[in-house]
């Protein structure tokens, strides 16, 4: 049934209410993390449809992920019925469907087809090979992170529509930088096939409503109402746009968190959200603080944390679950270092985790046990290895699913790489996962690839296998001559590898030299007694140049993922010992990409901090919070260590019922200790429970305190030393003034906390 009018008031707080049914003009909404902005934005769009009676052609709202979109028009349905086809898209989206209609205006084809990611990789290689470009030079990701910051001036655009596809060869022959080479001949490869990009979908749009002032004009007539969501992270051509399409009937709706900005890397300006009321002074603001989500200790130390960024306008904010409470939080596993290796530790950790699983199979450096402990106080786990923080992990979750199996879990991390600690512990527990937004570890193209190669060394008769490595890398041996072999094969009843075997010379195949050599290496290996799954799969690796072939193509993260199945055949040769032969090794590793589990709502959630954005879960464990991980090691300006800031903000108020945040000990990729993150510093003592190596305050001397602007250009300043001076430039992302002093007669950078006075009546 559609949604009743008296409803709104009914289903809604007071500030939401004010929001939904405010319709005309510009609305800024400072939406806290839980406090409802997609019900707010869903009851808004339903709101016009059925009190206003507005045509859902009229009212466009645009979202940030596809996810977003389909959860608001699901909800918009519900409450509006049948009557309501709402517009709810992305920016990507809407572009696109703005470019079926209006593309002819730049002379480029409507059939046009959209590409992502994986399909510029592919577009890449090839581009890569003709320039004699390896991963020694750069990698794929290199080049297409510079792709994509060369498209920010979207000039490109007319070049790439240009009558004469060959001006793009002669951009590129032109240039003497190698990556720009790429650029331009990426461009024409996409010209020439009729692709877009993500980045093309908005440039060429903008293009359109620049150049083409009766298109412009039409496109705004249609939507009199415009609402978007997470306008905190949109960039300025996304600006650009909605700036465009809002201009006729100026009724633009925008919910946003200035805390959860965290794609300024992306090109995101948070200044676009608290400074709309400068840019339209008769700007409504509304301010939602009512957090349904979180249990109240995860918000105060949230806010605890989030309050080091400088932000006047921000509102604490008010816990509203009040069905939260001791029993619904798990016993904290304590890590002791030094692990004695008796009875009594087997024992112990035997009972943390599977009984059939054997004391050997536990590192020696630590131990974890449970003593019973409960906490509504979010969890620090100082762990003394990343081995020991995943085990950690592990111990946790299955302690959760004894308390509830139904529950939601979450494994957040800042950058991708620290899943491998985590993906191995869960594999070797057998706990079901799944990496959002991405493939599990056992059904990526690296791992069945090499997995295919060795299940191929033990047996040679099986088809499969064969099929899916005889030509990776490439040896020539397509998919015609493929079909000609198993033509052949079925007539003779040969597998696919002894047929070929003995048709090396027959010209119906044509078989090249690698072929050959392929052939010969894998009897060779077959022949011999099989080593051990490590030894084997390093010969795979070497013989037949599988990983020099990812390392030319520069591809960083199928690198990553044979570390992580080289980690795996060591941790099975350490149980199995002498035991340990690579039949064994091959079931061990067919049962972990078993799918049964695929459809399973209970598995563990594993993914980005990032991507995690806009989801809730009931645990949240927040992993690698270490200084240079997290914040990054890139981060160095004011500016953007408050962006790491924001991020572990998002991280933690995903939790609904209980937060862990661990940090290990060790060391990096570099050689250098991993140390505990400054943020960690930051929290109180009596809104934290820590478990692991004792912290102490302060944990780092180096930890950064957060310092705001106080001067302006132009400002009279006294410094204690140098004395009277000038304020000539403010630096924000630096946090730095350029200062002329007067008694040296020279100006003197200093940093935003520098002994600065206003000089009075100078």
């Known amino acids: 049934m559609p949604l009743k009018l008296a409803?709104?008031?009914?289903?809604?707080?007071?500030?939401?209410?004010?929001?939904?049914?405010?319709?005309?003009?510009?609305?800024?909404?400072?939406?806290?993390?839980?406090?409802?902005?997609?019900?707010?934005?869903?009851?808004?769009?339903?709101?016009?449809?059925?009190?206003?009676?507005?045509?859902?052609?009229?009212?466009?709202?645009?979202?940030?992920?596809?996810?977003?979109?389909?959860?608001?028009?699901?909800r918009i349905n519900k409450l509006c019925g049948d009557i309501a086809l709402p517009y709810v898209t992305t920016f990507h989206a809407f572009c696109c469907d703005f470019l079926r209609e209006e593309i002819h205006a730049l002379g480029f084809a409507k059939n046009f087809?959209?590409?992502?990611?994986s399909d510029v990789k592919d577009i890449l290689k090839p581009v890569f090979k003709a320039l004699g470009i390896s991963g020694r030079d750069?990698?794929?990701?290199?080049?297409?992170?510079?792709?994509?910051?060369?498209?920010?001036?979207?000039?490109?655009?007319?070049?790439?529509?240009?009558?004469?596809?060959?001006?793009?060869?002669?951009?590129?022959?032109?240039?003497?930088?190698?990556?720009?080479?790429?650029?331009?001949?990426?461009?024409?490869?996409?010209?020439?096939?009729?692709?877009?990009?993500?980045?093309?979908?908005?440039?060429?749009?903008?293009?359109?409503?620049?150049?083409?002032?009766?298109?412009?004009?039409?496109?705004?007539?249609?939507?009199?109402y415009i609402e978007v969501d997470e306008f905190q992270d949109i960039d300025a051509r996304q600006y650009e746009l909605i700036s465009i399409l809002s201009d006729k009937h100026k009724n633009l709706?925008?919910?946003?968190?200035?805390?959860?900005?965290?794609?300024?890397?992306?090109?995101?300006?948070?200044?676009?959200?608290?400074?709309?009321?400068?840019?339209?002074?008769?700007?409504?603001?509304?301010?939602?603080?009512?957090?349904?989500?979180?249990?109240?200790?995860?918000?105060?130390?949230?806010?605890?944390?989030?309050?080091?960024?400088?932000?006047?306008?921000?509102?604490?904010?008010?816990?509203?679950?009040?069905?939260?409470?001791?029993?619904?939080m798990a016993s904290i596993a304590q890590i002791k270092q030094n692990a004695d290796d008796d009875l009594q530790t087997a024992d112990l950790l035997k009972s943390a985790f599977n009984k059939q699983l054997l004391p050997n199979e536990y590192p020696v450096d630590f131990k974890i046990i449970d003593d019973n402990k409960k906490t509504m106080l979010p969890v620090i786990a100082n762990c003394p290895s990343t081995q020991a923080q995943a085990e950690f992990v592990v111990r946790e979750i299955l302690n959760i699913k004894e308390l509830n199996k139904h529950a939601s879990i979450a494994v957040l991390y800042r950058s991708r790489h620290l899943s491998q600690s985590i993906e191995q512990a869960l594999i070797k527990y057998n706990v079901p996962y799944r990496v959002y937004a991405d493939i599990r570890f056992m059904e990526r193209k690296e791992i069945k690839d090499v997995v295919a190669y060795l299940r191929l060394i033990f047996n040679l008769d099986d088809d499969t296998a064969f099929c899916r490595i005889v030509n990776v890398p490439r040896r020539g041996f397509g998919a015609m001559r493929l079909e000609r072999l198993k033509k052949l094969a079925a007539f003779t009843h040969n597998s696919l590898f002894k047929e070929l075997s003995v048709r090396l010379d027959d010209p119906e195949l044509n078989v090249s030299a690698a072929i050959k050599e392929f052939i010969g290496n894998i009897i060779f290996l077959n022949k011999r007694v099989l080593a051990g799954p490590t030894a084997e799969l390093e010969k795979i690796l070497n013989i037949f140049k599988y990983e020099e072939m990812l390392k030319k193509e520069g591809d960083a993260e199928r690198l990553e993922s044979l570390a992580t199945l080289r980690f795996l055949a060591r941790d099975f040769e350490n149980k199995m010992g002498e035991r340990s032969n690579i039949a064994d090794f091959l079931t061990h590793l067919a049962l972990s990409s078993s799918k049964d589990d695929e459809n399973d709502s209970n598995q563990v959630e594993l993914m980005t901090v990032h991507n995690s954005k806009g989801l809730e879960f009931d645990y949240v464990f927040v992993v690698g919070v270490n200084d240079g991980i997290f914040p990054s090691s890139k981060s160095s300006s004011l500016q953007e260590l408050q962006e790491e800031r924001r991020l572990l903000y998002v991280a933690m108020t995903r939790a609904q019922k209980q937060l862990f945040i661990c940090m290990s000990g060790g060391k990096n990729y570099s050689g250098e200790e991993l140390k505990v993150s400054r943020f960690i510093e930051e929290f109180r003592e009596d809104e934290i429970f820590v478990t692991g190596e004792k912290l102490f305050k302060p944990y780092l001397n180096s930890a950064v305190k957060t310092v705001t602007k106080h001067f302006n250009v132009g400002d009279k300043v006294i410094?204690?030393?140098?004395?009277?001076?000038?304020?000539?430039?403010?630096?924000?992302?630096?946090?730095?003034?350029?200062?002329?002093?007067?008694?040296?007669?020279?100006?003197?950078?200093l940093s935003f906390n520098a002994p600065l006075e206003f000089a009075e009546n100078q």
């Not at 500030?15 to 993390?33: D, N």
């Not at 087809?113 to 990611?117: A, F, L, P, Q, R």
């Not at 002329?740 to 100006?747: H, L, P, R, T, V």
């Open 7 to 74: 409803r709104f008031k009914e289903d809604l707080n007071a500030e939401q209410y004010q929001a939904v049914c405010s319709t005309e003009g510009y609305l800024r909404v400072l939406a806290g993390a839980g406090t409802g902005k997609t019900k707010t934005l869903a009851y808004r769009y339903a709101y016009l449809l059925t009190a206003l009676g507005m045509s859902p052609k009229a009212v466009l709202c645009v979202t940030f992920s596809n996810k977003a979109s389909r959860e608001m028009r699901s």
């Open 113 to 117: 087809t959209v590409i992502d990611v």
């Open 138 to 224: 750069f990698t794929l990701k290199d080049a297409w992170e510079y792709i994509d910051g060369k498209k920010a001036d979207i000039s490109y655009v007319q070049v790439m529509c240009a009558y004469d596809s060959n001006a793009i060869l002669e951009q590129s022959k032109n240039c003497s930088n190698l990556k720009e080479k790429v650029f331009w001949q990426y461009i024409y490869q996409c010209r020439t096939s009729c692709f877009l990009d993500f980045d093309d979908l908005i440039a060429f749009a903008l293009t359109i409503f620049r150049s083409r002032k009766d298109i412009r004009e039409s496109w705004q007539r249609r939507f009199e």
């Open 253 to 328: 709706f925008i919910v946003g968190d200035p805390d959860q900005t965290i794609y300024s890397f992306r090109g995101a300006n948070v200044k676009y959200f608290t400074d709309f009321a400068e840019k339209f002074p008769e700007t409504v603001t509304i301010n939602l603080f009512k957090n349904y989500r979180s249990q109240s200790y995860i918000l105060d130390c949230a806010y605890t944390l989030i309050s080091n960024n400088d932000d006047p306008g921000r509102k604490k904010l008010q816990a509203m679950r009040k069905d939260i409470d001791l029993s619904s």
């Open 719 to 749: 410094n204690p030393v140098l004395g009277l001076g000038t304020v000539e430039e403010v630096n924000e992302k630096s946090g730095e003034y350029v200062v002329y002093f007067k008694s040296i007669n020279k100006a003197r950078t």
